[in-house]
């Protein structure tokens, strides 16, 4: 879950030396990064992109110079020995053990989180949801390390279906959806090996590839957690991450896609201070095994998939170009630029032929306001997905991860404004405000033997890439349906380790097959971490 993730770091001082920082568990730690990467010109952009960091790239963005009481670049020594219930830098713990080999830290953690989902033709739905987690972190000697994360949640009252709309995360666990509807569990775990700014790691984790605050177009920390294996590295302006992670699929008919694949590549050069230049290689494949051709690091995934006639046809190959730019302290612009297909020949083509081209984009400002104790972020950021971008004929090879985007949270054929507001209250109290306003082309629906059956295919759902050349593609045609969203959200951090989080949400969508307006509230208790 999204927000009940707790596999960081950034709130155990006492191993920051033996871990990479996690982006869910530490609710500050990223937005702490952005402040430092817009008040601070000598700190590399590529530093940020690429989250979690590695300890070195942290220790640059988030040092005790830049934010004092934060202690996340502290050197903490854990004790040797055995000792229960040790308390470092201030926070507590379940236990800490230190030899000449190894090193470990365990923490146990505790989640309280009442809410309420007020639709607007029907009464107000409550539920009350707790959660148990612990977790350990170890190092072995000076490169390898590890992370186990572990969480088991339930239900105490109240509606299952008003905490999976406020939480859709919740939807995406089966054990939440075969129990009752009333258990959830989690965990998060990883094997690495790390040298300076370097490191291979193994396991399941969130990651997240981008510059917007709000959210990432290509992968977002968002997206459901993934097996993978990760490869990153960083020397100098340059920078180059490999991703090769198992995804899970289902077909038009709801069965599971058999060993579906996802890769991506990612090649960063920061040629002068405060610009960023990016170059994307991603590729989408299952009904096999892993692929050598492309579980290959320094594979081009575009040339691999164009080897043979039945890669070519099955297999789903994007590229992606990305900038950044900070012309001035306290301002950033980015841009991306995704290609799904792409046929110079039929480019301007508004017949059927010129379907073969498929683009995503985004573009925002992230600006910094000097007032208060820390400042005021500014973000505005537009994006656009055109029809069947980041879907795929075979059905199976989209772009998505248990039915859910990889990156943005946004269906094919729409676009969206979006604006947050962060005002800092302090190292660790913040106060968001976020709103966008979206359109999309739907496609058309009717309800036939007992389901949704599809009508007329625009390019509006990212799990149905079929039929994509049945009519010229035009942007927003379909269903069109309008929708605006609002969010508040408090974070404040009372005492290390005693966190909470007040959200107040509006949600409004107009027009469409599922129109709908609802508000929401939760108010969240973490313990631990």
Known sequence: MKRLCAAAVLALPGILWAQN????????????????????????????????????????????????????????????????????????????????????????????????????????????????????????????????????????????????????????????????????????????????????????????????????????????????LLLDFEHGGLRFSFLHAAAEGTDTLGQPVTSKFIGLHRLGWEPIEGLSLALYD????????????????????????????????????LLAFELAWRPRTRILLHGTLLVDDLNFSTLFDTTVRGNTNKFAWQVGVVGLVPMGPLGLHCAVEYVRIGPFVFSHRSIVNSWSHLDAPLGYSMQPNSDRWAVQLRYWLGVRSSLTLGLDYSRHGENGLEWRNGRWELVENVGGDLLRGDRDMEQPNRFLRGRRS??????????????????????????HRSGGNFPLRSGWATLEFRLGY
């Open 21 to 228: 920082l996690e982006p869910l568990s530490d609710p500050w730690a990223r937005e702490l990064a952005l402040h430092r990467v817009l008040s601070d010109p000598t700190v590399p952009l590529q530093s940020f992109v690429v989250w979690p960091p590695t300890l070195e790239q942290a220790q640059r963005l988030l040092s005790p110079a830049a934010f004092p009481l934060q202690p996340l670049a502290s050197s903490a020594q854990i004790p040797p020995g055995l000792r229960p219930l040790p308390t470092l830098e201030g926070y507590p713990y379940a236990l800490s053990y230190r030899d000449s080999l190894l090193r470990c830290l365990a923490q146990l953690s505790f989640m309280l989180r009442p809410g309420q989902l007020s639709p607007d033709t029907s009464s107000p739905q409550r539920f009350l949801l707790a959660r148990l987690g612990a977790r350990a972190a170890a190092r072995f000697g000076e490169h390898l390390e590890m992370l186990l994360d572990l969480a088991n949640g339930a239900r105490l009252s109240g509606s299952p279906d008003a905490a999976a709309a406020v939480d859709p995360s919740l939807g995406r666990i089966l054990k939440f959806n075969i129990e009752g509807r009333r258990y959830f569990d989690r965990y998060i775990g990883y094997v690495q090996l790390r040298w300076g700014g370097a490191r291979v790691r193994f396991g399941r984790e969130a990651l997240s590839i981008g510059y917007s605050p709000i959210e990432a177009l290509i992968l977002s920390e968002a997206a459901p957690l993934q097996d993978g």
């Open 282 to 317: 991603m590729i989408v494949y299952s009904g096999r095994g892993l692929d050598l051709a492309y579980l290959n690091p320094l594979a081009f995934f575009v040339s691999a998939g164009l080897g043979t006639a039945w890669r070519s046809n099955q297999d789903n190959s």
């Open 482 to 507: 309008i929708e605006r969203r609002a969010h508040l959200r408090f974070a404040h951090e009372w005492a290390p380790g005693v966190m909470s989080f007040l959200v107040l949400g509006y949600r």
